[in-house]
């Protein structure tokens, strides 16, 4: 198992941007950003393989983009023309062969 740090949470207003970190303690297979409104279940995001295979959540295709830095551990999040409605609790998720880790999660509030 690893830890996961994540930072860059924030309020922001709607069109504007936000970049999320999440650094790991050790090298990982797949990261995933995960995020929990308050009511809502927990969805997935956005994940990157470690080959760099990438997918997102059809709500954030072309305003998110999700990268990671393997010889850092981390794993980017890059947030732009954000909506009210991507205010959430946003969550890290590290697969390392089949154990998933979690990170405490970072809020983020986009005020209209």
């Known amino acids: 198992q690893v830890q996961l740090a994540e930072s860059g949470g924030g309020l922001v207003q709607a069109g504007g941007s936000l970049r999320l970190s999440c650094a790991a303690s050790?090298?990982?297979?797949?990261m995933v950003w995960f995020r929990q409104a308050p009511g809502k279940q927990r969805e997935l995001v956005a994940s990157?393989?470690?080959?760099?295979?990438?997918q997102y959540a059809d709500s954030v295709e072309g305003r998110f983009t999700i990268s990671r830095d393997n010889a850092k551990n981390t794993v980017y999040l890059q947030m732009n023309t954000l909506k009210p409605e991507d205010t959430a609790v946003y969550y890290c998720?590290?697969?390392?062969?089949?154990?998933?880790?979690w990170g405490q999660g970072t809020q983020v509030t986009v005020s209209s």
């Open positions: 998720m590290a697969d390392v062969r089949g154990i998933r880790s």
């Open positions: 050790g090298s990982t297979n797949a």
């Open positions: 990157i393989t470690s080959s760099g295979s990438i």
